[in-house]
């Protein structure tokens, strides 16, 4: 694989940059809600991602001793992890799950940071969110937050210290794609760190709507595990992030009301 | 003496320390890491931290998550 050219020189010319290391995906991935780990295994190296996500829970003891181990599969030696706080819903519970996280993974400091408001939503809430972004910064993490799409709010996180923001398209799991495409392009106008939609997305023309905002990039779980043919769609969202992209920096043409044509009407003959 | 490991009460006959409890877990060499009373345990110290009559253990790891 290390021997096989770069698909495209576009892609590779440019990087996403977060906390200074350069990434050439911009397609972040989630371990979550797969069938098993060889299906964790095959989608998350057909995303073509770099950075995957993980949980932090309790290790089962005296059952499954032999089960097999995410980090068999997803190795942080191929892959930046970047441990999660989901299922917190206190300040204090993700400063926890974090330093567990970094003692786990060996002094590791990017860390995806949500604290979510209910669960019926999975909003995150902001305030929590706030304080613990103030204790983690203090405490030489590199935060990647989880927010809403309030372009104040996530300017807010910038100023903190946080390493990227990444505002939700729509609840998490919910597949409902970009539902305020408006507020993430204030987002990304306004922001010198690195954007990523986070949630919401559901198929691959979400992800590449969202790069063409101007997004940095995206992280999503659900739209490939929940799919009928997770690897596949896992191809489909590396393709679509890549195309979303491409067009970004293409530059769209503008909208107009009517038609422009493409054949000349010099030199007809009737 | 009692301790509670991951929620759950557990009795160990003696003292020990963090090395000699996750031995007696099968969890030796696992990738993991300990909480002890809401305060991490590198692993460094693991031969050195003895465990405490009614001390509040979290043996967590990675696992899939979004």
């Known amino acids: 694989m290390s021997t096989a050219l770069h698909p495209s020189a576009a892609v590779s010319d440019d990087p996403l940059i977060i906390a200074g290391v350069e990434y050439r995906s911009r397609l972040l991935v989630g371990t979550g809600k797969y069938r098993d780990m060889e299906e964790t295994r095959a989608a998350t190296a057909a995303s073509g991602a770099e950075i995957v996500t993980v949980a932090i829970r309790r290790t089962n003891i005296g059952q499954h001793a032999n089960e097999p181990n995410l980090l068999d599969v997803i190795s942080p030696q191929h892959y930046t992890l970047l441990p999660n706080t989901a299922g917190c819903y206190t300040a204090e519970d993700a400063i926890r799950t974090c330093r567990l996280a970094r003692e786990l993974l060996d002094g590791h400091e990017l860390v995806k940071l949500e ?18 972004t103030e204790v983690l910064v203090k405490d030489g993490f590199k935060i990647m937050v989880y927010t809403n799409d309030d372009p104040i709010i996530a300017r807010r996180f910038e100023e903190l210290g946080c390493v990227a923001v990444m505002p939700l398209a729509a609840p998490i799991g919910s597949g409902l794609g970009i539902r305020n495409p408006y507020n993430i392009m204030t987002i990304v106008e306004n922001a010198t760190v690195p954007i990523l939609v986070d949630a919401g997305v559901g198929t691959a023309s979400d992800a590449a709507l969202a790069m063409e905002l101007g997004c940095d990039g995206v992280l999503m779980n659900t739209a490939i595990a929940g799919a009928r043919d997770p690897v596949l769609m896992a191809s489909a969202m590396k393709k679509g992030i890549e195309a979303g992209r491409e067009a970004y920096r293409a530059g769209r043409i503008p909208r107009k009301r009517f038609a422009s044509a493409s054949s000349p009407i010099d030199g007809t003959f009737f | 003496m009692h301790i509670i490991l991951n929620g759950d009460r557990r009795e160990f006959p003696d003292a020990l320390s963090a090395s000699q409890l996750l031995q007696d877990l099968g969890l030796t060499g696992k990738r993991l890491a300990l909480e002890v009373n809401r305060e991490i345990v590198p692993r460094s110290t693991f031969d050195n931290h003895i465990i ?15």
């Open chain 1, 115 to 132: 604290v979510l408001g209910d669960e019926k939503t999975l909003f995150p809430d902001i305030i929590q969110t706030l304080q613990a």
């Open chain 2, 52 to 66: 405490q009559p009614g001390d509040r253990i979290e043996i967590v790891h990675a696992i899939g998550g979004g």
